[in-house]
């Protein structure tokens, strides 16, 4: 069947979380996930034009999703056997767009020691400040 991209669904939603929670960096279990408010059912809550998948056949291989009304960058996912095919760049830049349809900038969070923070840099993200715990916030102006 190969590759698509599209908008997500709740029918995504278990397939989101198992790549979220098999990625190499910046890994949390389901548990970590559910103590910060993150289950299944808070993101079907949240999916409506705010996320997409990559898929393989039906197995869900990488996700972005955002929070249109705050300007975030919420999440951007890969797993690791699919790292490398253009998935991540093609899910941000989803995401970016629909951010940018009501946002002259936009904004994320990550760890500044990851490869994610040199991937975003590389897509023309700027990191602004240090959060705390080694976190950084990397913003984007619309062109």
Known sequence: MGLN???ANTDDVSGMFTVRTSVNENRMSREEL???GITESTVAAMLEGSAWVAADGGRIVA???ILPQDACLF???VLPEY???GLGKKLVLNAEEALFEHHA???LETCAKTRAAGFYQHLGWVETRSINNGDIRLE???R
Request: aromatic fraction near 14%; glycine fraction near 0%; avoid cysteine.
């Open 5 to 7: 991209i599209r908008a």
């Open 83 to 85: 790292e490398n095919r």
């Open 75 to 77: 999440a951007a996912f």
């Open 34 to 36: 559910a103590a910060q």
């Open 140 to 142: 984007k102006q619309r």
């Open 105 to 107: 900038l936009i904004w």
């Open 63 to 65: 996700f972005s999703m």
